[in-house]
């Protein structure tokens, strides 16, 4: 059965970065698809992009272009979304999903909260 | 705001039937692509409730079924249960913005 465990919870100023990490267990990690997904607080979802993991190709929602960045380390069954330039507004439990090849997010990570506060 | 409009809120008796809506355009649902729903129930993760317009994944009970038609998708659930108060969501994707698109959400009461 695949799981997708996730880093902690992350307390970081205005204007750093935080990388958040999603461990792939069970399965063949390098025939998946990851996305991630992040949720404000009282807020709804909000896909920030994905991954193609067998070959690391890597796509962004228009507003998160330049600002997140999406990779895997197939070695170690991991995927990674690093954001900078945070602001107040990211604060936000981020979610990592594996993804089926109609973009059905199947298998989701337990969340990881950030918090940006100065 | 959503590229997906979803009502904010529907409630319903245990038993009953409520169907939640979720209407996208023509570079979107409209354009073809599959609509999926998730179930988020407090301080969890999501859950993938219906995937491809009107699939279910193994374990999820049949009382909770998809459809499509034109630019917009339903999500109906039968017989109601107070377990199934939770926040629901529909997703698809858009060409237009090249990317995934999700729904606002729809926070189900059961009366």
């Known amino acids: 059965q695949v799981q997708l465990v996730q880093s902690g919870t992350e307390v970081k100023k205005p204007g750093s970065s935080v990388k958040v990490s999603c461990k792939a267990s069970g399965g063949t990690f390098s025939s998946y698809d990851i996305s991630w997904v992040r949720q404000a607080p009282g807020e709804g979802l909000e896909w920030m992009g994905g991954?193609?993991?067998?070959?690391?190709?890597?796509n962004y929602a228009q507003r998160f272009q330049g600002r997140a960045t999406i990779t895997a380390d197939k070695s170690t069954s991991t995927a990674y979304m690093e954001l900078s330039g945070l602001r107040s507004d990211d604060t936000a439990v981020y979610y990592c999903a594996r993804t089926d090849p109609q973009d059905a997010f199947d298998i989701w990570g337990q969340g990881t909260m950030v918090i940006v506060s100065s | 705001q959503s590229v997906l409009t979803q009502p904010p809120s529907v409630s319903g008796a245990p038993g009953q039937r409520v169907t939640i809506s979720c209407t996208g355009s023509s570079s979107s649902i409209g354009a073809g692509y599959d609509v999926h729903w998730y179930q988020q129930l407090p301080g969890k993760a999501p859950k993938l409730l219906i995937y491809?317009?009107?699939n279910r994944p193994s374990g999820v009970p049949d009382r909770f079924s998809g459809s499509k038609s034109g630019t917009s998708a339903s999500l109906a659930i039968t017989g109601l249960q107070a377990e199934d108060e939770a926040n629901y969501y529909c997703?698809?994707?858009?060409?237009?913005?090249?990317?995934?698109?999700f729904g606002g959400g729809t926070k189900l009461t059961v009366l």
């Open positions: 991954i193609i993991a067998i070959i690391g190709t890597a």
């Open positions: 997703q698809s994707y858009d060409r237009s913005l090249s990317g995934v698109v």
């Open positions: 491809g317009d009107n």
